[in-house]
């Protein structure tokens, strides 16, 4: 290896340069799983119900909805945008679901129609990605700031939900035999080998997630959107066709946890989801995620979301008051923002472009034009 090689190679930081394990870097990359590991740790010290394999199921099936949530609003931060709607679409959706399946009259034929479960998700998943296709269209086409335009659809869908209710709440929503539209319950009481149906669902469109972001093109596209968006556009990437999608596929994660949500409680109202989407920013940040964009994966969203799921629950399990439980949640909110500011200011001045870090794949390079003589 030539003396600029290796001058090269300890300017970016590789094992060369300090010729030792970096203990830090390990602390601040892995900081969310050993977080989780202290939480439940504490909490089984301090409760002897917490650390059971029951326990650790509901505990579980209540972290679903944080995940589907987080994974729906990873997407989003990692174009460099947000998505404050999620909450109120989770709620809108119940509502919209619980309303299916309680009948649909058609005064025309003097009649109700009961549509089948399956009927009732796609229509619901449908619902989800025309809130998050609003959402795109309006930063994307209508340049509208993503906090503003999102914030005004969660009025919207909060709206909406209430008017369609009255405020009140469909409950009894486990359908009929003689009605055929049986089976909704199924997503939040059933079990597959002893695991919830919800954390299933949540561990699918996970998976599914990681393949988009590291196995497509079009998880390369937000990755660089999030990276740079302007070099993104002059590359050739469809930057507002990736913020459009990335919108409605966090809509349909949104549907899908309003979807597991009502049918744990066998009930829809429309206040369910209220702050849930400050819950799904916290679960995408404390996994190591840039708020800037460009940054994080599925893998650490989805501990984030376990970190706040166990913390929550535990702090229910040994009596802590509401309102401490909420004095902690953002704690631990501002301390993985800050850890995320220290773990990224540490990366070298000539290291690569945003788009390259944590988790990020990287768009081939073009080879530049010759030169014209």
């Known amino acids: 290896m030539s003396a600029a090689s290796k001058v090269a190679q300890g300017a970016t930081g590789s094992p060369a340069a300090g010729g030792g394990f970096d203990v830090v870097k390990m602390l601040l990359e892995g900081r969310a799983f050993f977080a989780l590991v202290v939480i439940v740790i504490v909490f089984s010290i301090l409760s002897p119900v917490y650390f059971s394999t029951a326990n650790f199921l509901v505990m579980a099936s209540h972290v679903a909805i944080y995940g589907l949530l987080a994974i729906g609003m990873l997407l989003v931060i990692l174009t460099g945008g947000i998505d404050l709607s999620v909450g109120s679409t989770l709620g809108l959706c119940g509502v919209v679901a619980g309303a299916l399946m309680q009948g649909v009259t058609l005064k025309i034929f003097g009649s109700v129609l009961y549509p089948s479960v399956w009927v009732v998700v796609l229509l619901t998943c449908a619902l989800g990605a025309f809130v998050g296709a609003v959402n795109g269209v309006l930063i994307a086409y209508l340049k509208v700031p993503a906090f503003v335009a999102t914030l005004g659809v969660l009025y919207v869908a909060r709206g909406v ?9 469909y409950n009894d929503l486990g359908g009929k035999a003689e009605l055929g539209n049986t089976g909704f319950n199924w997503l939040g009481f059933n079990t597959l080998f002893n695991v919830p149906i919800g954390v299933v669902v949540m561990a699918a469109v996970a998976i599914i997630a990681t393949v988009l972001l590291n196995r497509t093109a079009l998880g390369r596209w937000i990755y660089s959107t999030g990276g740079n968006a302007r070099a993104a556009d002059l590359s050739g990437v469809p930057v507002k066709y990736t913020t459009i999608t990335v919108y409605v596929l966090s809509g349909v994660c949104a549907a899908i946890a309003g979807l597991v949500l009502s049918s744990q409680l066998t009930s829809a109202g429309p206040t369910a989801g209220v702050t849930y989407e400050l819950t799904a920013i916290a679960a995408v940040v404390v996994g190591g995620a840039a708020l800037t964009g460009g940054r994080g994966n599925v893998r650490g ?73």
């Open 161 to 169: 939900a209430l008017l369609m209710t009255n405020g009140l709440t």
């Open 301 to 373: 969203t989805l501990l984030g979301a376990f970190v706040i799921g166990f913390l929550s629950d535990g702090l229910v399990i040994i009596g802590v008051s509401a309102y401490w439980q909420t004095v902690f949640t953002g704690a631990v909110i501002v301390l993985a923002v800050l850890l995320n500011s220290i773990q990224y200011s540490k990366r070298p001045k000539n290291a690569p472009a945003a788009s390259s870090a944590a988790g990020a794949p990287t768009l081939p390079q073009k080879e530049p034009a010759a030169k014209l003589n």
